[in-house]
C-alpha cells in the first residue's frame, strides 16, 4: 500500500505562486507514475500533471501548461507541483495519485491505485 498525504495549499493572490508537496510512504515515487488532480467547486475531479517513473515524462493539461510543474524528489519520497501565474480558476482541493501500471490512462482519475486527501487551494482576484 501507498499512503500519500499533500501540503502546501493556501490562499493566494492571483498571479502569485504555491508549491504543493505529495509525501509518499510505503511505496517509492521513483516506481510510480504520480500525477496530480484538482477538484474545483460543483465540478468533476480533473487531471492536472503526471510525471511517469520511467524516463520522467510529464504531461499537463493544457489549462496548465506552461504555468505549472510537477517534479519528483527521489531521496525525501515526494512529489512536487510548482504552481505559477496563478488564476481565480485555479481554485480547486488538489490530489496526489500514484498509478502502477505502465498501461494506465493517465489523464483518467479512476485509472489510478493511490490517492491523498486533498489539500485546498484557494486563488483570489
Known amino acids: 500500500q501507498m499512503q500519500l498525504v499533500e501540503s502546501g495549499g493556501g490562499l493566494v493572490q492571483a498571479g502569485g505562486s504555491l508549491r504543493l508537496s505529495c509525501a509518499a510512504s510505503?511505496?517509492?515515487?521513483?516506481?510510480?507514475?504520480m500525477a496530480w488532480f484538482r477538484r474545483a467547486p460543483g465540478q468533476e475531479r480533473e487531471f492536472v500533471a503526471v510525471?511517469?517513473?520511467?524516463?520522467?515524462?510529464?504531461l499537463y493539461a493544457d489549462s496548465v501548461k506552461g504555468r505549472f510543474t510537477i517534479s519528483r524528489d527521489n531521496t525525501r519520497n515526494t512529489v512536487y507541483l510548482q504552481m505559477n501565474s496563478l488564476k481565480p480558476e485555479d481554485t480547486a482541493v488538489y490530489y496526489c495519485?500514484?498509478?502502477?501500471?505502465?498501461?494506465?490512462?493517465?489523464?483518467?482519475?479512476?485509472?489510478?491505485?493511490?490517492w491523498g486527501q486533498g489539500t485546498q487551494v484557494t486563488v483570489a482576484s
Open positions: 510525471i511517469s517513473k520511467n524516463l520522467d515524462i510529464t
Open positions: 495519485a500514484g498509478v502502477i501500471s505502465t498501461s494506465a490512462r493517465l489523464h483518467i482519475d479512476t485509472e489510478y491505485d493511490y
Open positions: 510505503g511505496r517509492t515515487v521513483a516506481t510510480t507514475t
